[in-house]
């Protein structure tokens, strides 16, 4: 699946370089080109692999460069004034190459949390193919702004996009990490298993094609009617006679996979299936709350087992209670592992989508009392709790 990446904002940004560090570590080729936006003109500076050229600092004219500090509605209003020069990022990347548009942004900043659903907003007036958001979701002691920003910008972008991919940090990240290095190993994360989406139905001249292949039309068809997703993914290394060669006593015979070889491959398969959806997702949620599923299997061709894939998709089939879940495989002849990737879309249960709504709605709460007034707040504040509103982004 061809995709032209956006990174807007720093943490936006800096999704996107890895995203691209990692198709370049496995020779993979999806990312018909990259474009990062940022207030912060340091930010950009900051990026590895964007071309330079594909590098705009908006909002210069108020901000100086100096970027929004956690003031996303100053972010969507300078974004919605430069939207022109956003557009503008488009002008030398092959869009008629791209199957979908992908924007990504840290939902709790500033300038990502604003200005990515606006880029979002324009980019669907201008372009027919689907436009998909990665919203990174702040952890719980980042603060209470942080997730009053990630909830209206959740909600703006889920509005105008036609999907978004969340990640968790707060899931993701470990006690006594360094900064620096939890939000790296966490972006990882997120970009292996985008890459490996991507990546799947993408086959060179030399490659291999699955017998059952997860082409773009499958992932778009997964995220078709809006909506948040999560993907989980799992992977088991392979004994080392059978990695990458696709040495196996069946093959030194001469013959077709032996009863013990199904076993072993069919126990691979399904049990990572059930790790990638019971473990950490990108965003934790009510596995049967999916409206759909999509399930990609890969590693070497010999250890593709057809009736495993099968049984896998059935048995998500189960855990959602979704009859569209499509399932398919990505040949990677080199591999040492067999991996397993369950995309979950359209969730609509998530504890930590509603703990960070509260949180949200209870600084919210906490803004108008500071601005009206204890006594003339009250009214307002029960009706807040009753409706569970928050202000427009826009």
């Not at 956006?6 to 020779?27: C, I, K, P, S, W």
């Not at 996979?257 to 049990?271: F, Y």
């Not at 059930?274 to 250890?303: F, I, M, Q, Y």
């Not at 509260?358 to 307002?380: H, I, K, M």
Request: hydrophobic content about 40%; glycine content about 12%; proline content about 3%.
């Amino acid at each position: 699946m061809k995709v032209l990446c956006f990174g807007v904002g720093q943490a936006g940004g800096n999704v996107l370089d890895a995203l691209l560090r990692y198709e370049q570590r496995t020779n993979a080729d999806y990312v018909v080109d990259a474009v990062a936006y940022n207030t912060a003109s340091a930010d950009l500076r900051g990026l590895d692999l964007v071309p330079e050229e594909n590098r705009i600092l908006f909002g210069a004219d108020e901000v100086s460069g100096h970027g929004v500090g956690a003031d996303n509605e100053l972010a969507a209003e300078l974004a919605e004034r430069d939207s022109r020069q956003l557009l503008r990022g488009t002008d030398g990347a092959p869009t008629s190459t791209a199957d979908a548009f992908l924007i990504f942004a840290g939902l709790g900043g500033g300038t990502g949390s604003g200005a990515a659903p606006v880029l979002a907003k324009h980019l669907n007036r201008v372009y027919e193919q689907p436009i998909y958001g990665v919203g990174v979701l702040p952890a719980a002691d980042e603060g209470a702004l942080y997730s009053r920003n990630a909830a209206r910008s959740l909600k703006a972008f889920v509005d105008v996009t036609d999907h978004v991919f969340a990640f968790d940090n707060g899931a993701w990240a470990e006690s006594g990490e360094d900064v620096a290095a939890a939000h790296e190993s966490m972006n990882e994360e997120l970009v292996r298993r985008l890459g490996i989406l991507f990546a799947s139905g993408e086959v060179g001249e030399s490659e291999r094609v699955g017998e059952s292949v997860v082409d773009s039309s499958e992932v778009i068809n997964t995220l078709r009617g809006g909506g948040i997703s999560t993907i989980g993914y799992a992977a088991s290394e392979l004994p080392e006679s059978d990695g990458g060669g696709g040495f196996s006593i069946s093959g030194l015979l001469g013959g077709g996979s032996s009863s013990s070889d199904d076993v072993d491959s069919i126990n691979r398969i399904t049990t990572q299936t059930r790790k990638a959806v019971l473990g950490r997702l990108t965003l934790p949620c009510d596995v049967d709350s999916a409206s759909r599923g999509l399930v990609v299997v890969s590693g070497p061709p010999e250890w593709l087992n057809r009736k495993a894939i099968e049984r896998s998709r059935t048995w998500v089939e189960e855990q959602t209670g979704s009859m569209e879940v499509r399932g398919g495989d990505y040949p990677l002849p080199e591999s040492n592992h067999v991996g397993v990737l369950v995309l979950l879309g359209d969730v609509s249960r998530s504890d930590r989508v509603a703990e960070i709504r509260s949180t949200a709605v209870e600084a919210e709460q906490d803004r108008r009392e500071r601005e009206v007034g204890d006594a003339a707040a009250s009214e307002d504040k029960t009706e807040a709790v009753v409706d569970d509103r928050l202000d427009s982004l826009f």
